[in-house]
């Protein structure tokens, strides 16, 4: 089973920054994009962040201006920069990789921000 190798999660206060980090094995071909959903306690999975080949960009509205999401291809690594994070932001982040064959998602990073 292919395994999405996520880091960067953690705690901290209103306004502070985190950046998560998702690696995707080179068995992974095809990418078609990348991205960055969070699910929040009780809540549903809800995108937040996309790239996808050109690049295009995506992200929701609670997160424009303030998060920016980026990648290296060499690498096959998607990055989440999160600055001014709020308390709403808390939740668990999961990576998902998109290609021709199928969808593959990490583990989950856990964010939390307190006021």
């Known amino acids: 089973q292919v395994q999405l190798a996520e880091s960067g999660g953690g705690s901290v206060q209103t306004g502070g920054s985190l950046r998560l980090s998702c690696v995707a094995p080179?068995?992974?071909?095809?990418?078609?994009?990348m991205k960055w959903y969070r699910q929040a306690p009780g809540k549903q999975r809800n995108l937040v962040a996309a790239i996808a080949n050109g690049p295009n960009l995506v992200y929701s509205d609670s997160v424009k201006g303030r998060f920016t999401i980026s990648r290296n291809i060499v690498k096959n690594t998607v990055y989440l920069q999160m600055n001014d994070l709020k308390p709403e932001d808390t939740g668990v982040y999961y990576c998902?990789?998109?290609?021709?064959?199928?969808?593959?998602w990490g583990q989950g990073t856990q964010v939390t921000v307190s006021s």
């Open positions: 080179r068995s992974i071909l095809g990418i078609d994009a």
């Open positions: 998902n990789i998109v290609t021709r064959r199928g969808d593959y």
